[in-house]
């Protein structure tokens, strides 16, 4: 069982840039594809990014393409999401989540994803 851990959320002003980090451990987590989610107060959790087991193959929300970048280490279990020209939407939660099934995409759905992260807010302002 892999466990996650994010950090680098914050306050940042629109049109700033910030770069969250998953951090994981146990598990195998070469071996998993890997998400980014977000859920702001009153709104469902949505898709944000999404990572192959190996780091070759991304996928983006619509809102986010071309703004976000998803990237992974290996060797050192970690995963992060750069952040560029952030929107002043308000606070987010963002979460990284885990898909160890065997085969497959990568989920855009939760429902795809076992293991979660507590989740690292961002505060967007204007």
């Known amino acids: 069982q892999v466990q996650l851990v994010e950090s680098g959320g914050g306050l940042v002003q629109a049109g700033g840039s910030v770069r969250l980090s998953c951090a994981a451990s146990?598990?195998?987590?070469?071996?998993?594809?890997m998400g980014w989610f977000r859920q702001a107060p009153g709104k469902e959790r949505e898709f944000v990014a999404g990572i192959s087991s190996s780091g070759i193959t991304t996928r983006y929300s619509d809102s986010v393409k071309g703004r976000f970048t998803i990237s992974r280490d290996n060797a050192n279990k970690m995963m992060y999401l750069r952040m560029n020209i952030l929107k002043a939407e308000g606070p987010a939660v963002y979460y990284c989540?885990?898909?160890?099934?065997?085969?497959?995409?990568?989920?855009?759905?939760?429902?795809?994803?076992?293991?979660w992260g507590r989740g690292t807010q961002v505060t967007v302002s204007s």
């Open positions: 989540a885990a898909d160890a099934r065997l085969g497959g995409g990568i989920s855009v759905r939760d429902l795809g994803y076992a293991y």
């Open positions: 146990g598990g195998t987590f070469s071996g998993y594809r």
